[in-house]
């Protein structure tokens, strides 16, 4: 119920995925009420602050970026994003030396590991929740995506390729520390051989590879030798960014967040709906039990290396 922050310094080091250039991050403790911030240390040896808020963030369909409007953007958040909001970090500073933070093997576990290392610390400030009040809908291009009113913080995810090694696959569970490091923070990114070229041709997708990345070829096989490391790991991934695009909200969800065939722009503009309307949720110190159950149709999933932090 308290705002927390973590313990001590943790440093990372990579690459970015769509830059390919190496990049290096650290973690700082930071007082209540900072919420998180990434501090972009430029060239010039200029610093800018931009906090990791919807408002904050425009809209696109690679990855999810923040910028201050007026030139800084630091672009892939997600998998950091999530990481802290599934373990409960409320205030950080981000300092980074890019504009991208580091892709590592294409997940949030390294991210996760470091957390659980560095330790926590409560702060004697109370955190305030969004309590979803009403459902909120948002649709684009043949995807669905809404909040409902739920007791905890929950994602239900869909989503249905038209690829042997997809098909459709759905995973639905409310967000705890434990249950996001055993189901979702291993579950890499992935794309289309097919796509490479085209991604290139625009300057994304430098920096991916078999390490941090999962493959698909044009006859729907996995590419990578090791394989798969769930049977649904697509929809898993589908479900940790959506856990680290919610993270925006910059408070903790009371709600039901669920989407069909979504990605970081449906995220966005989910959320964006739901915090532009002032009758669809609450602020609330404290995570007060409703006393009318809200019942969900059951879902089912179904499924059709080198990298490590250095604590300062």
Not at 118 to 135: C, E, F, H, M
Request: glycine share 8%; hydrophobic share 45%; net charge negative.
């Amino acid at each position: 119920m308290y705002q927390q922050t973590i313990a001590a310094e943790v440093a990372f080091h990579g690459v970015g995925v769509h830059t390919g250039m190496p990049v290096s991050l650290v973690l700082i403790p930071a007082e209540a009420n900072t919420g998180i911030v990434f501090r972009r240390r430029l060239d010039d040896g200029a610093v800018r602050d931009v906090r990791a808020i919807s408002a904050n963030a425009p809209q696109g369909d690679l990855s999810t970026m923040i910028g201050d409007g007026d030139g800084v953007v630091i672009a892939t958040i997600e998998h950091l994003m999530a990481a802290l909001y599934a373990a409960g970090i409320d205030n950080a500073i981000v300092e980074i030396n890019a504009g991208e933070t580091p892709i590592m093997d294409g997940c949030a576990a390294a991210f996760m590991a470091a957390i659980d290392d560095a330790g926590l610390v409560s702060q004697p400030v109370k955190r305030r929740y969004i309590r979803v009040l009403k459902t909120v809908t948002v649709e684009h291009n043949g995807a669905r995506a809404e909040y409902r009113p739920h007791d905890a913080t929950r994602f239900e995810v869909e989503i249905d390729f038209d690829c042997a090694a997809i098909g459709r696959q759905s995973y639905a569970a409310d967000l705890t520390a434990d249950r996001f490091k055993r189901d979702l923070a291993k579950a890499r990114t992935f794309g289309f051989m097919k796509d490479v070229e085209r991604l290139w041709a625009a300057g994304y997708a430098l920096g991916s590879s078999l390490e941090n990345s999962v493959v698909i070829d044009v006859d729907g096989g996995i590419v990578n030798p090791d394989g798969l490391r769930y049977e649904d790991e697509f929809v898993r991934h589908k479900a940790l960014d959506a856990v680290g695009d919610q993270a925006l909200a910059g408070s903790r969800i009371i709600g039901c967040y669920a989407s069909y065939r979504g990605g970081h722009r449906l995220n966005a503009m989910a959320l964006q709906a739901l915090l532009s309307d002032a009758s669809a949720f609450e602020y609330v110190e404290l995570p007060a039990r409703r006393t009318d159950p809200v019942r969900h149709a059951p879902l089912v999933a179904v499924a059709a290396p080198a990298y490590g932090p250095q604590m300062l």
